[in-house]
C-alpha cells in the first residue's frame, strides 16, 4: 500500500547540518504515522524520530532532542529529518518507516513499510 524512498544522506563534518527526505507513494499515506530509524554498523536498529498523520505529536530519543526535527507535507506525500549539530555518533543508515497505528512508534518490528535507507556520516 506504501512505498517509500529516502534521499539526502552524505558526508558532512560535526557541527553540520542534513536533511533527509522520505518520498511516499500509496494512496493511503496521508493516515500513516511515520517513524525514522537509524542503524550503526555492529548495532541494532534504532527510533530517533517520528511523527503523526496530521504532523502533529513528534516524538524523539533523547540523544536528538534539541538538534532534529521531524515534519511532513501530506500534499507532497514527504516525511523530512532536519539533522542540525551533527555529532560523530549519529553516523549510521537512516530509514523511514510507515505503520497505521501510532502506539509503540518506537518498536522498529510494528512498522508495516520501510524504505531502502540513506547513509549519513559525520566526521570529526
Known amino acids: 500500500q506504501v512505498q517509500l524512498v529516502e534521499s539526502g544522506g552524505g558526508l558532512v563534518q560535526a557541527g553540520g547540518s542534513l536533511r533527509l527526505s522520505c518520498a511516499a507513494s500509496g494512496r493511503t499515506f496521508s493516515n500513516t504515522f511515520v517513524g525514522w530509524f537509524r542503524q550503526a554498523p555492529g548495532k541494532e536498529r534504532d527510533f530517533v524520530a517520528a511523527?503523526?498523520?496530521?504532523?502533529?505529536?513528534?516524538y524523539y530519543v533523547d540523544s536528538v532532542k534539541g538538534r532534529f526535527t521531524i515534519s511532513r507535507d501530506n500534499a507532497k506525500n514527504t516525511v523530512y529529518l532536519q539533522m542540525n549539530s551533527l555529532k560523530p555518533e549519529d553516523t549510521a543508515i537512516y530509514y523511514c518507516?510507515?505503520?497505521?497505528?501510532?502506539?509503540?512508534?518506537?518498536?522498529?518490528?510494528?512498522?508495516?513499510?520501510w524504505g531502502q535507507g540513506t547513509q549519513v556520516t559525520v566526521s570529526s
Open positions: 511523527i503523526s498523520a496530521s504532523g502533529g505529536s513528534p
Open positions: 518507516a510507515a505503520k497505521y497505528s501510532s502506539s509503540y512508534y518506537y518498536r522498529s518490528l510494528l512498522y508495516n513499510y
